[in-house]
Every structure is written in C-alpha cells, then in structure tokens.
C-alpha cells in the first residue's frame, strides 16, 4: 500500500506523513530538504538555481518511486513526484524563474520517467488558504522560508487547485485544513483516519477506477 501526502508549502504534509506513519507502523518517505543542496541558494536567487532544485527534487522522488516498487512495503510519502512537475516547475517558468530550455529538458525527462512508474493507491491532497500556509510557515520557523512571498504561495495554490481537480491516476482524499486542524486535534486525525481506514480496509470503499474521489476531510461541526 502506498499513501503520498500533497499539498503547498507549509500545509501539513510532513507532519500528516509522521503521524499516519505512527498510526499505521509503516515506513515513511519523507521530502528531502535537509540533505537538499539547492534549497538554500534557490530561496535566495530562485533564477539561477530554479532548475538545479527541480531536477534535484525529480530525481529524488523518482528514486523513493523506485524503492517503494522494490521493497514492497506499505509506504507513507511526503510529497509526490506529480507535483514537482505539474506544480512547481511549471510555475517557476510562468514566472520567468526557469527558461523555456531548461522547462522542456525537464519536461521531456519526467514524461519518460512518467511511463515508467506506478501512482499511489491513495492521493491525500491537504487543501488550505493562503493565509493558513503563511502562519503555519512561520510557526515552523524554518530560515530558508522566510524570503517566501504571499504571491509565490498564492500562484502554487491556484495551480494544485487547477491539478488536483483533474487528478486522474488513482483515488483521492482531499483534507480541508482550514476546518481540520490534525496537528493540534486528535479527533481531528482521528476523522482522517477514518476515512483512510474506509478505503484500504472498508466492506464498502469509494467507487473503484481511476479518479475517485474519497471524500473532502473537514472538521465535524
């Protein structure tokens, strides 16, 4: 079984994967930041170091893809590869952050490794307002994240909006952190959970085929 986590910078992902890995004892795949010789710079001159980091970032979740395919086990990933190349790299060349030359060089390479990799069985996109992501990424108080713009977050916001409505490789779980507080609330995982629990061990999981959508998380009112 493999569960991946999405979801915009500082939205909970890292923490959601911890505490599902916990929960269910099983590995954890998280996003590599802390051995990332880019992140750094790339905050600093976005420009100059755009596709370093991407290309960076792509080879690494490629290389968790191969392992999870390897190994066999029940997996619960930080981030996934389809966001780095539906979401953060289009972006940055949207905004003329990374050139047409290297956009297509990336391009052309995560469409071969595309073919060549199996999706999770269980997409959990973490949904989240703008305002939300920035208290929760100075909460976190990471140095590098600090030269982050309310503009850059909200044009990430708009573009996995845009992705995760035409998410069509497997199912989909869509948790509304602005309602569900799962960091905080343990009754607020615990609806999480719930519903994870109704798709991989339920008598009656959510219609089968690609596409389908578990249900929006919020919190019970």
Same mark, same amino acid.
């Given at each position: 079984?493999?569960?991946?986590?999405?979801?915009?910078? /500082?939205?909970?992902?890292?923490?959601l994967?911890?505490?599902?890995?916990?929960?269910?004892?099983? =590995?954890?795949?998280?996003?590599?930041? =802390?051995n990332?010789?880019?992140l %750094?710079?790339?905050?600093? #001159?976005?420009?100059?170091?755009s %596709?370093?980091? +991407?290309?960076?970032?792509l080879?690494?979740r490629? @290389?968790?893809?191969?392992?999870?395919?390897?190994?066999?086990r029940?997996v619960?990933?930080?981030?996934?590869?389809?966001? *780095?190349?539906n979401?953060?790299?289009?972006?940055?060349?949207?905004?003329?952050?990374?050139t047409?030359?290297? %956009? @297509?060089?990336?391009?052309?390479?995560?469409?071969?490794?595309?073919?060549?990799i199996?999706?999770?069985?269980?997409?959990?996109?973490?949904?989240?307002?703008?305002?939300?992501?920035?208290? +929760?990424?100075?909460?976190?108080?990471r #140095?590098?994240?600090?030269?982050?713009s309310?503009?850059?977050?909200? &044009?990430?916001? @708009? &573009?996995?909006e845009?992705w995760i *409505?035409t998410? =069509?490789?497997?199912?989909?779980?869509? $948790? =509304?952190i602005?309602?569900?507080? %799962?960091?905080?609330?343990?009754?607020?995982? /615990?609806?999480?959970i719930?519903?994870?629990?109704?798709?991989?061990?339920?008598?009656?999981?959510?219609?089968n085929?690609k596409?389908?959508?578990?249900?929006? $998380?919020?919190?019970?009112?």
């Open positions: 079984m493999h569960i991946a986590i999405a979801g915009n910078i /500082g939205a909970g992902k890292t923490t994967t911890q505490l599902l890995a916990k929960h269910y004892k099983w =590995d954890m795949l998280q996003e590599a930041v =802390d990332n010789p880019y %750094f710079d790339f905050y600093k #001159d976005m420009q100059r170091w %596709f370093n980091l +991407q290309i960076f970032f080879n690494s490629f @290389e968790q893809l191969l392992e999870i395919r390897r190994s066999g029940n619960i990933q930080d981030r996934t590869i389809y966001e *780095d190349a979401i953060f790299a289009p972006n940055l060349h949207a905004m003329g952050l990374m047409t030359r290297d %956009f @297509e060089n990336y391009t052309r390479l995560f469409n071969n490794m595309d073919a060549s199996v999706p999770p069985d269980l997409m959990i996109y973490l949904r989240a307002r703008v305002e939300n992501l920035v208290d +929760q990424i100075a909460e976190r108080g #140095d590098y994240e600090t030269s982050i309310i503009d850059y977050l909200k &044009r990430l916001n @708009e &573009r996995y845009a *409505d998410y =069509d490789k497997g199912k989909l779980l869509i $948790v =509304d602005d309602d569900n507080r %799962f960091h905080k609330e343990p009754e607020d995982l /615990g609806t999480i719930h519903a994870i629990d109704a798709e991989i061990h339920g008598l009656f999981p959510s219609e085929g596409g389908a959508k578990v249900g929006v $998380v919020r919190k019970k009112r």
